[in-house]
């Protein structure tokens, strides 16, 4: 049972627009998201993290929403660039996760496009 | 640059013959983890090191192995390897499991063929 949703695959969006990823999560202890990026033939790296006592937060041209009511949170970048094409994976997690430590719960990815 | 190597990055087996993936890291963390990876799917945690200590996920199957003979190496064995077990594995380590953000850093990953 996935506990992390990505359910859009795929994302074309054209250079110097917004792009918009989403993501649901299921697990009312998720208090902890974060959104990794992988590019072809590399491991993900990570990009942004909101805490789950705020609803935003912004790091350069990446902000990410956290709406806790919804269990939705959305990954915006502007304006988009063709170096952001990539997948974005979304991941939580939750406090007390395992032995004392925070690990991450992952979905499935959405591969971005940006189209120059 | 500090780094999380695995080796190699492409390995092919065939079905029942043992095989080892390798991961390696420079940036001296005391966390390493290794992923399952499968085709349009989520990663998936097979276990952690936490320094010496293994934590094995619930659902990890048996046919899954690990070891982490010092800081910097960590081993995935798979005793017997069935078609299921096709995938991309990723080796990731991580500081301090217990800081908040536990940022994990990831290799490039191995994608296992089973034939």
């Known amino acids: 049972d996935q506990q992390v949703k990505q359910n859009s695959p795929s994302l074309s969006v054209q250079e110097g627009r917004i792009s918009i990823l989403n993501c649901d999560y299921t697990?009312?202890?998720?208090?902890?998201f974060l959104w990794y990026k992988k590019y072809p033939a590399e491991g993900p790296t990570f990009l942004i993290s909101?805490?789950?006592?705020?609803d935003k937060n912004e790091d350069g041209r990446f902000t990410v929403f956290l709406n806790k009511s919804a269990k939705h949170l959305s990954l915006h970048i502007v304006p988009s660039q063709p170096g952001d094409s990539a997948v974005y994976f979304c991941?939580?997690?939750?406090?007390?996760?395992?032995?004392?430590?925070?690990?991450?719960?992952f979905g499935k990815g959405t591969k971005l496009s940006v189209i120059p | 640059d500090a780094m999380v190597i695995q080796n190699p990055r492409y390995q092919v087996t065939q079905f029942g013959k043992p095989v080892t993936l390798s991961c390696s890291q420079t940036?001296?963390?005391?966390?390493m983890y290794w992923y399952q990876q499968k085709s349009s799917q989520a990663p998936k945690l097979l276990f952690h090191y936490y320094d010496k200590d293994f934590n094995n996920e619930a659902d990890t199957p048996d046919n899954f192995q690990s070891r982490r003979p010092n800081t910097s190496f960590c081993f995935l064995d798979i005793r017997s390897p069935g078609l299921g077990d096709a995938a991309m594995y990723l080796c990731a380590t991580s500081r301090d499991p217990r800081d908040r953000l536990n940022e994990q850093f990831f290799g490039p990953g191995t994608r296992l063929t089973v034939l």
């Open positions: 991941a939580a997690s939750a406090a007390n996760s395992g032995a004392g430590s925070y690990q991450l719960t």
């Open positions: 697990n009312s202890m998720f208090d902890y």
């Open positions: 909101i805490s789950s006592i705020k």
């Open positions: 940036l001296n963390h005391n966390v």
